[in-house]
């Protein structure tokens, strides 16, 4: 069983540990600009301290985390091990109740199980930019998403 908790600045190496592990699998030889140890102090001391982030734990493990601030997915990664599992979607599901407006998001173009991830989710590409774009030096693609339009009620006229 999935359970979501706040992220905290104790979670950082955790979540460095499934942040590299989810990359290293998806994306083979992706660049890495920064050391272990920058990576780590940019985690506690700004993706944690700074924005909105969801820990999903199995067993009191952290297994997989989404940051948002505001309508933006910054991070959306999960343990391989546990792709395909529900992980990625529950976390997805949180930060779009949480920006009931829409949501945005930037994802690598290499990455295609990430992109068809996000695409049967209802998320949909709206612009693509160049490998400048990011310190990993990789393409991306950027992706949104909008809530359905609201259903009248019986009676009323759309």
């Known amino acids: 069983m999935t359970v979501l908790r706040p992220g905290t600045p104790a979670d950082a190496p955790a979540l460095v540990a499934i942040h590299r592990a989810a990359l290293d699998a998806a994306l083979p030889g992706l660049a890495r600009p920064w050391t272990e140890a920058e990576t780590l102090a940019w985690f506690a001391g ?6 909105r982030v969801t820990v999903a734990e199995q067993a009191g493990q952290p297994v997989g985390y989404l940051a948002q601030d505001r309508d933006e997915v910054l991070h959306l990664y999960v343990v391989p091990a546990l792709h395909r599992r529900g992980v990625g979607t529950t976390l997805l599901e949180t930060a779009k109740a ?10 690598f173009r290499r990455n295609r199980a990430a992109l068809a991830f996000y695409c049967q989710r209802g998320f949909r590409p709206t612009a693509c930019r ?3 774009a990011n310190a990993e030096g990789e393409g991306d693609v950027i992706l949104a998403w909008a809530p359905p339009p609201p ?6 006229s759309a």
Not at 98 to 107: M, Q, S, V
Not at 151 to 156: H, L, M, S, V, W
């Open 98 to 107: 949480a920006a009931p407006g829409g949501l945005r998001l930037a994802c």
């Open 151 to 156: 259903t009248p009620r019986q009676g009323e």
């Open 46 to 51: 700004e993706l944690l301290a700074q924005h």
């Open 130 to 132: 160049d490998a400048t």
